[in-house]
Nanobody
Framework: QVQLVESGGGLVQAGGSLSLSCAAS????????MGWFRQAPGNEREFVAG????????YYADSVKGRFTIFRDIYENTVTLRMNRLKPEDTAVYYC??????????????????WGQGTQVTVSS
């Protein structure tokens, strides 16, 4: 079984940066595509970024393209979301997810097999 634990969330001013980390345990996720999602109060959970199992392909929601970067370390079993030029509308709980069969590009929640518990990101204006 895979366990995912996110860390790195917090409070930051608009224009600032944060890095979120997702650490996998239980078994390796080196052959899983990985994704980051977020959910703001009253909103549905939405796709933010994804990365293929080898890390060669990355995918981003239009709202974060050019500001966020996803990368992974298959040896450390971690996936990182680097967030720059943060905006108040980026405020949400951010979730890490693992997809055993996908490419990392899917926005469909049901296609992901494992989820973390989430970490809060708050961007003040």
């Amino acid at each position: 079984q895979v366990q995912l634990v996110e860390s790195g969330g917090g409070l930051v001013q608009a224009g600032g940066s944060l890095s979120l980390s997702c650490a996998a345990s239980g078994r390796t996720v080196s052959n899983y595509a990985m994704g980051w999602f977020r959910q703001a109060p009253g909103n549905e959970r939405e796709f933010v970024a994804g990365i293929s199992w080898r890390g060669g392909s990355t995918y981003y929601a239009d709202s974060v393209k050019g500001r966020f970067t996803i990368f992974r370390d298959i040896y450390e079993n971690t996936v990182t979301l680097r967030m720059n030029r943060l905006k108040p509308e980026d405020t949400a709980v951010y979730y890490c997810a693992a997809d055993a069969y996908g490419l990392g590009s899917s926005p469909v929640l049901e296609e992901y097999d494992h989820w973390g518990q989430g970490t809060q990101v708050t961007v003040s204006s």
